[in-house]
């Protein structure tokens, strides 16, 4: 899959589309999700333009998969997810439902989380 430079969160990088920053550095940024599941619920992106998690993975430098990750890290102890504890998911894909074609990883607090994901309804 090719990379959609237009798509919603390129639009955001480029400051094209406001968003409610919780965190920027040079390889990321993480912003609140227009459309929250959680009380909190904050989406990291990094800076460069790979599709998915799959892509980023593969493609992306040492330097940026390790920058990115630690602001993952960062952004969940800043929002004081730490305790009692947050989740961290990045869909990819049809099957996961993957709405964004930029690579993201959601962090959900705030509340009682279950015990990991549900089955979709078949
Ligand atoms: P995913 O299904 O993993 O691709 O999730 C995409 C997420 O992006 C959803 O949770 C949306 O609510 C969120 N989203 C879409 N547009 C925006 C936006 N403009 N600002 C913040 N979050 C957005």
Not at 66 to 89: N, T
Not at 94 to 103: L, W
Request: aromatic letters at 10%.
């Amino acid at each position: 899959m090719t990379y959609d430079p237009n798509n919603i969160f390129a639009r955001i990088l480029r400051g094209e589309i406001p968003n409610k920053t919780a965190y920027e550095d040079e390889y990321a940024l993480a912003f609140h999700d227009i459309n929250p599941q959680t009380p909190t619920h904050v989406l990291v992106i990094p800076k460069g333009a790979y599709v998915s998690f799959a892509d980023f993975s593969a493609k992306a430098s040492d330097a940026e998969v390790l920058g990115f990750f630690r602001a993952v890290g960062k952004v969940a102890k800043d929002l004081g997810a730490d305790e009692p504890g947050y989740r961290i998911l990045a869909n990819h894909g049809r099957d996961a439902h993957q709405e964004v074609p930029h690579f993201h990883v959601h962090i959900f607090a705030g509340t009682n989380l279950g015990r990991m994901i549900k089955p979709a309804d078949r």
